[in-house]
C-alpha cells in the first residue's frame, strides 16, 4: 500500500541547519555544529527515502540514535521509538506494527519493503511506549505539533538560549528524556550526549569540560545525588535542574531548592505523561519553597481543569493544550486514525492552592507512579493470584504496599513482585495477615493495606530462596551472579553489559541450557527479563537422551587445547588448531566486547585483555625463573618483536603474545572516534576490510615486522566477522573468503584442512552436540584452554618419555587447576572491589516509563 506524500516535518527537526557552526552535540571527543548534524540527518533522510514509511528505532543515547530520530522528524516518517537494551520489546512491536524500516544500532538500515504497507495519518509523527510497557502494543500517537509546541512550551518557561547546554541523563526513548533533546534543539542550545550515571566521576568531568548548564532528573535521581557528594560539588556553569518521573517528597523539594539558591542554579519540579507528549505543569522556581508539594501551573499554551468525581472529595484533574496526543494505537490499523480526545483526563485527583498552583493529592484508579513507573495495583493482585497467593495492593509514589493472605515466605514474594513489576526491592514492603481486611460491604479495604506501612517497620528475615525462585540457584540472575561475580542486577541487564567475556562465558552457556531447558540464540546480548520467561523443558527426544548441544566457539576451543597439547607432546600429530582459535578469539572479540558507548567497551576491552596478560605474565615470570627456556622479553610478553627470528623455546607463546597484540590494536583502533562510529554503522564491512588488511600480510605482500604470526589478523579479522555475518548471503560469502585464501597457507594439506574445518563449522554450526557424558569435561577444558596453553610447557616434558598420554592429561590438569586458582583471585579481588563500590555506586535499576 503505498501513502500520499502530504505530511508536515517537524520544524525544530527539519531546521537544524539554521543554527549554522553553533555547537550542537558535545561528547567527551567530539562537538559537532548543527550544521554538521543537519548534514548527517540529511543523509539519513536520503536513505529513509522520499515514500512515507513507518520506522521503527531502538535508540540509545549516542549520536547514530540522535541522528534517526531527527532524521525521522525531518523526513516526514512516523517513527516507533524504544531504548536499545530492550530488544524483546522491539521484536514484540515490530511483530505487532510491522514497520517498513528498522533501524539497528549503528544506523544499520534494515529495509522489510521498499515503500509501505501501512495507512499513515498526515499529522502522526512519533509513537511512544507508555505505562511504563516497553514491548506493549499499547502506544501513544503523538503528532507533529505535539512535539513542536511542548518543545516550545519547555523552551519557554525554561528560558533556554542557545548559550545553554542540558546533559542527556536519561534515556532518550523516555518522554523526559526526549523533551530534553526537542526543547534544546528547538533553540539552538547543545546537547552532552552521554549515557553515564550520576554516579559516575566521568559524568561529572565531562559535565564541567564541556560547561553543561543543566540535568533532568527522576526521584531516585537525587538519592544518587545525596551518595556521591551533590551538595559539595563546584558546578560553576549549571543554571538549572529539572525534575519530573513520579513525585518528589516535599521535605527534598525545599532541601535541593535552598542548596541551589545557595550555589546559584534552580530547581525546576515538573509534571507530564506521555500522552501529553512529556510536560503539563511546572512549579516555578521560586515557589519551590513554599508550595512544594505542588504540581505547579500549566505549561505555557496549556490549561488545567478539575472534574468532580461522584463519592471523592477531590476531582480528576484534566489538561488540554496542544500537546495532548491523538490517541492511542494497539494495531497497526490504528495509525491511520486521526484525533480520537482533545483533553487529557490524567486519572490524577487534584485540588488548587490558594496560590493557584496545582497540587496532585492521590490517584482515581488503581494505578500508582513509583520512581517513574506506572504501577497496576490490580496487575500486582493478578501476578500474586497466579502463585496462588491471595492478595490485597495498595500504595502511593512512595512506594507499594501488598498484604498477603497467610502464613507465605515475604522476602520471596517481595523479590518476584520486584522483579515482576520492574520495581527496585526497596519500593515495595509485603506483610503478611491472618485475613485480608475488608469494608463492611465486603470490598478489600486498601487503606488498611496501606496503613501496614510504618515507617518503623521491622525489617523482614531473610529467607534463603528456594531453587528456580527468582533469585535461586537456578535463576538467569543467579547465573550471571556467580559467573561474573555481580550482585545488582536489573531486568534489562545482559550478559555482555555485565562484563561477560568470552573466558566467563563458557560457564554461564553450560549453567544457563541447563536451567531453560535450551540455549537461545543471542543469549548473551539478550536481557535478563526475556531470558527468564523462556524457560521450558527440552523435548524429549532420543538424542537428547545421549547427547546435549554445546556452542560451537566452546567445543572448538576443547578440541583445540587437546590438539595442541597432544601435538607437543607427541601422542600424535594434527596441526592447525591454534590458527582456528585465533580465528575463535576475532569471534568472540566481536560478540562480547563490542556492546555500549565507545568509552565503556574500551574499559571493557581493558579489563578483558587484563584476564589474559595477568595470568600469562604471572606464570612465564615462574618459568622464567625455574628454567633456562625464556628470557625477560617473554615475561613482557614482547618476544614476538624483539626475539629472535629463529623458532626456539622462546618462542612457545607466540599465540598469547600475537592475541595480546591484536586486543590491544582493536582496543586502540575503536577508540577513535570515527572508526567507532564506522564500526557502528557497518558492523560486518570493518572486520572485512582487516580482514583484506590481514590477508596482504597473509600473502606477504606487507611486512609488519612481527617474524612468523603476522598473518594472525587475517585469521582474528575474519572469526569477527564471523560473529556479525547475520544473514546466510552473508555467511556464505565469509565461507568463500574462507575457503579462497586458507589453501597454501600452510603447504600442508591436512593442517590447512584442519583450519579451513574449524572456520565453516564456526560459520555454520550454531551448537554441536557432545555425549552427555563429556559435557563437563569438554566445559572445564573450553574454561581452561589459555591456561592449559601456558602450564603445559612446563608440565609435559619430564613425562612425556614416560607415558605422552599421561603427559597430556596431566598438562590439561595442571592447566586446569591453574584456572580454578586465577578464577578464585579475581573473584575474591571483585566481591572485595564490589563492596567498596556499591557504597558509591548503587545504580538506577530502572528505566521511568513516564514523565
Known amino acids: 500500500m503505498t501513502t500520499q506524500i502530504d505530511f508536515m516535518r517537524v520544524p525544530f527537526a527539519a531546521d537544524l541547519a539554521s543554527y549554522g557552526d553553533r555547537p550542537a552535540i558535545l561528547t567527551e571527543t567530539l562537538t559537532l555544529t548543527y550544521r554538521e548534524l543537519a548534514e548527517r540527518v540529511d543523509d539519513l533522510v536520503l536513505r529513509l527515502g522520499t515514500e512515507r514509511r513507518l520506522v521503527a528505532l531502538a535508540a540509545a543515547n549516542d549520536l547514530e540514535s540522535l541522528i534517526a530520530y531527527l532524521a525521522a522528524l525531518a523526513g516526514g516518517h512516523p517513527l516507533i521509538l524504544l531504548p536499545e537494551d530492550k530488544p524483546a520489546a522491539l521484536e514484540s512491536l515490530i511483530a505487532a506494527y510491522d514497520p517498513d524500516v528498522v533501524v539497528r544500532s549503528g544506523n544499520v538500515l534494515e529495509e522489510r519493503r521498499p515503500g509501505t504497507r501501512h495507512e499513515l495519518h498526515r499529522d502522526l509523527a512519533l509513537l511512544l511506549s507508555t505505562s511504563g510497557s516497553t514491548g506493549s502494543p499499547k502506544l501513544v500517537r503523538l503528532s507533529q505539533a505535539n512535539l513542536q509546541s511542548n518543545a516550545e512550551s519547555i523552551s519557554e518557561y525554561l528560558a533556554i538560549g542557545p548559550d545553554d547546554r542540558a546533559a542527556t541523563t536519561l534515556p532518550m526513548s523516555y518522554c523526559y528524556g526526549l523533551s530534553v533533546i526537542n526543547s534544546h534543539l528547538l533553540r539552538g542550545a547543545g546537547l552532552v550526549l552521554t549515557d553515564l550515571s550520576v554516579v559516575d566521576p566521568c559524568f561529572w568531568e565531562l559535565f564541567r569540560n564541556r560547561g553543561a548548564t543543566a540535568f533532568a532528573a527522576v526521584p531516585y535521581t537525587f538519592e544518587l545525588l545525596e551518595r556521591v557528594g551533590f551538595a559539595e560539588m563546584e558546578l560553576p556553569s549549571l543554571r538549572y535542574v529539572t525534575q519530573a518521573g513520579g513525585r518528589l517528597v516535599p521535605e527534598m523539594v525545599q532541601e535541593y531548592a535552598g542548596l541551589g539558591r545557595r550555589k546559584g542554579w534552580d530547581l525546576v519540579v515538573m509534571y507530564g505523561q506521555t500522552e501529553a507528549t512529556a510536560r503539563m505543569a511546572y512549579l516555578p522556581s521560586e515557589l519551590a519553597a513554599t508550595v512544594p508539594g505542588a504540581i505547579g501551573i500549566p505549561v505555557p499554551g496549556g490549561a488545567f481543569r478539575i472534574d468532580p468525581v461522584p463519592g471523592l472529595e477531590h476531582g480528576e484533574l484534566v489538561y488540554t493544550g496542544p500537546n495532548v496526543m491523538l490517541g492511542y494505537a494497539e494495531t497497526a490499523e490504528d495509525l491511520g486514525k486521526g484525533r480520537a480526545i482533545d483533553e487529557l483526563r490524567t486519572g490524577d485527583l487534584a485540588r488548587q492552592h490558594p496560590t493557584g498552583v496545582y497540587e496532585v493529592v492521590g490517584r482515581r484508579s488503581r494505578f500508582v507512579k513509583i520512581v517513574g513507573l506506572r504501577v497496576d495495583l490490580g496487575e500486582v493482585e493478578r501476578m500474586l493470584a497466579d502463585l496462588g497467593v491471595l492478595a490485597a495492593s495498595a500504595g502511593t ?455
Open 397 to 851: 509514589d512512595d512506594g507499594l504496599v501488598v498484604a498477603v493472605e497467610g502464613g507465605h515466605d515475604t522476602q520471596l514474594l517481595g523479590k518476584v513482585l520486584a522483579q515482576g513489576m520492574g520495581l527496585p526491592r526497596a519500593a515495595l514492603q509485603v506483610h503478611t495477615v491472618e485475613h485480608l481486611p475488608r469494608l463492611a460491604t465486603g470490598k478489600l479495604d486498601y487503606q488498611s493495606v496501606l496503613a501496614l506501612s510504618r515507617p518503623d517497620t521491622e525489617p523482614e528475615p531473610v529467607h534463603a530462596p528456594a531453587d528456580g525462585a527468582a533469585d535461586g540457584p537456578g535463576s538467569v540472575r543467579r547465573i550471571f551472579a556467580d559467573a561474573l561475580e555481580v550482585s545488582d542486577i536489573a531486568d534489562g541487564d545482559t550478559f555482555v553489559s555485565l562484563g561477560g567475556d568470552s573466558l566467563s562465558y563458557v560457564a554461564a552457556s553450560v549453567r544457563l541450557e541447563k536451567a531453560l531447558g535450551h540455549l537461545p540464540p543471542d543469549w548473551h546480548v539478550t536481557p535478563v527479563r526475556d531470558l527468564e520467561p523462556r524457560r521450558r523443558d527440552a523435548p524429549a527426544r532420543t538424542l537428547r537422551r545421549f547427547f546435549a548441544p554445546l556452542e560451537t566457539s566452546i567445543v572448538l576451543r576443547a578440541v583445540g587445547i587437546v590438539l595442541i597439547v597432544s601435538t607437543h607432546v607427541g601422542l600424535f600429530s594434527w596441526q592447525g588448531a591454534a590458527h582456528v582459535l585465533m580465528a575463535v578469539a576475532g569471534y568472540n572479540f566481536a560478540r562480547f566486547q563490542l556492546a555500549g558507548e565507545r568509552v565503556r567497551r574500551v574499559r571493557r576491552q581493558l579489563a578483558s585483555l587484563a584476564r589474559v596478560v595477568v595470568p600469562s605474565v604471572a606464570f612465564i615470570a615462574a618459568a622464567y625463573l625455574i628454567t633456562d627456556n625464556y628470557t625477560p622479553a617473554n615475561i613482557l610478553l614482547l618476544n614476538a618483536i624483539v626475539g629472535p627470528e629463529a623458532v626456539t623455546t622462546q618462542w612457545h607463546f607466540w599465540f598469547i603474545e600475537i592475541l595480546v597484540y591484536l586486543l590491544l590494536g582493536m582496543t586502540a583502533l575503536l577508540a577513535i572516534p570515527w572508526v567507532d562510529r564506522a564500526e557502528r554503522r557497518f558492523p560486518l564491512l570493518l572486520p572485512l576490510a582487516l580482514t583484506g588488511a590481514g590477508l596482504l600480510t597473509r600473502y606477504e605482500l606487507v611486512d609488519p615486522g612481527v617474524p612468523n604470526t603476522a598473518p594472525a589478523l587475517w585469521l582474528f579479522a575474519l572469526g569477527w566477522a564471523i560473529a556479525r555475518s547475520r544473514t546466510a548471503a552473508q555467511r556464505c560469502m565469509v565461507s568463500v573468503i574462507a575457503v579462497l585464501t586458507v589453501p597454501g597457507f600452510f603447504d600442508n594439506a591436512a593442517r590447512e584442512g584442519t583450519l579451513l574445518a574449524g572456520i565453516l563449522v564456526l560459520i555454520w554450526l550454531p551448537s554441536i552436540p557432545v555425549p552427555k557424558g563429556l559435557r563437563r569435561l569438554t566445559v572445564v577444558l573450553a574454561s581452561a584452554s589459555l591456561y592449559a596453553y601456558l602450564v603445559h610447557w612446563l608440565v609435559y616434558p619430564p613425562l612425556a618419555g614416560i607415558s605422552p598420554a599421561l603427559a597430556v592429561g596431566a598438562s590439561l590438569a595442571a592447566g586446569a587447576l591453574y584456572w580454578a586458582l586465577c578464577t578464585r583471585v579475581v573473584d575474591a579481588a571483585t566481591r572485595r572491589r564490589t563492596r567498596v563500590h556499591r557504597l558509591l555506586d548503587p545504580r538506577p535499576r530502572q528505566v521511568p516509563g513516564q514523565g
